[in-house]
T-cell receptor
Framework: GENVEQHPSTLSVQEGDSAVIKCTYS??????FPWYKQELGKRPQLIID?????GEKKDQRIAVTLNKTAKHFSLHITETQPEDSAVYFC??????????????FGTGTRLTIIP | DSGVTQTPKHLITATGQRVTLRCSPR?????VYWYQQSLDQGLQFLIQ???????AKGNILERFSAQQFPDLHSELNLSSLELGDSALYFC??????????????FGDGTRLSIL
C-alpha cells in the first residue's frame, strides 16, 4: 500500500519568514495530494490540494509543488504569521472511475511561528 | 464549519463497554470515511462507505464496525473497548459523484476516553 513520509516533524520559523514542509510517497499511482492544517484539539482543515496533472498551485501565501518523477511534494508558506502555528499533514490518494479512495497521511509537522 | 456533523463530541466510558459514534456528511456527499487519531499520532484510515456500501477498509480492528444508512449518515461501533482505543475519531465526507479525486472535509471529531 501507499506510504507517505513527512519532514521535518517540528519546524520553528521567525514571523515573516518562509516555511517549507516536504513529503514523499511510494505509490506512483497516487494522483491527488491534499494538505491539512490541524490546530490543537480541532479538526483537520483542508488548506490546499494538487492533482498529478499540475506541477504547482498557489493560494495567497500558500503554495504546493509536486514532482511526480521523484514522488515528492512540498508545502510552502510565505510571510508566516502567528496564526500559521499548527500541525500540518500531507496526504496522498488515488482516484478511480468511481471517485475517491482513502487518504494516506504523513506523520505531521508541528510548525511554530516565533513572534 | 465544514458541514460534517459528528456526535457526541466527547465520550467517556470504561473498558469492555460498547459505544456508537455518529456522523452526518455534508449535504450531497455520498462517501463517508472514518479516521482514528491517537495522542500525538497521525491520522489512520479505518473504513470508507460509499452510498450505503462498504468501499474500502484500513487497519480497522475486528471489534470495530461501521455502516452507512439510506439517509447517508454513518455510525462507527466500537465494542469490547480497551484503554488503547482512547483517541479522536474523525469522520470525513466527499461528493464522489464522478471519477477522480474530490476533497475530503472533516467533522470536529469525537474524543473517546476509556477509563
Amino acid at each position: 500500500g501507499e506510504n507517505v513520509e513527512q519532514h521535518p516533524s517540528t519546524l520553528s520559523v521567525q514571523e515573516g519568514d518562509s516555511a517549507v514542509i516536504k513529503c514523499t510517497y511510494s505509490d506512483s499511482a497516487s494522483n491527488y495530494f491534499p494538505w491539512y492544517k490541524q490546530e490543537l484539539g480541532k479538526r483537520p482543515q483542508l488548506i490546499i490540494d494538487i492533482r498529478s496533472n499540475v506541477g504547482e498551485k498557489k493560494d495567497q501565501r500558500i503554495a504546493v509543488t509536486l514532482n511526480k518523477t521523484a514522488k515528492h511534494f512540498s508545502l510552502h508558506i510565505t510571510e508566516t504569521q502567528p496564526e500559521d502555528s499548527a500541525v500540518y499533514f500531507c496526504a496522498a490518494s488515488k482516484g478511480s472511475n468511481f471517485g475517491n479512495e482513502k487518504l494516506t497521511f504523513g506523520t505531521g509537522t508541528r510548525l511554530t511561528i516565533i513572534p | 464549519d465544514s458541514g460534517v456533523t459528528q456526535t457526541p463530541k466527547h465520550l467517556i466510558t470504561a473498558t469492555g463497554q460498547r459505544v456508537t459514534l455518529r456522523c452526518s456528511p455534508r449535504s450531497g456527499d455520498l462517501s463517508v470515511y472514518w479516521y482514528q487519531q491517537s495522542l500525538d499520532q497521525g491520522l489512520q484510515f479505518l473504513i470508507q462507505y460509499y452510498n450505503g456500501e462498504e468501499r474500502a477498509k484500513g487497519n480497522i480492528l475486528e471489534r470495530f464496525s461501521a455502516q452507512q444508512f439510506p439517509d447517508l449518515h454513518s455510525e462507527l461501533n466500537l465494542s469490547s473497548l480497551e484503554l488503547g482505543d482512547s483517541a479522536l475519531y474523525f469522520c470525513a465526507s466527499s461528493p464522489d459523484r464522478g471519477p477522480g479525486n474530490q476533497p475530503q472535509h472533516f467533522g470536529d471529531g469525537t474524543r473517546l476516553s476509556i477509563l
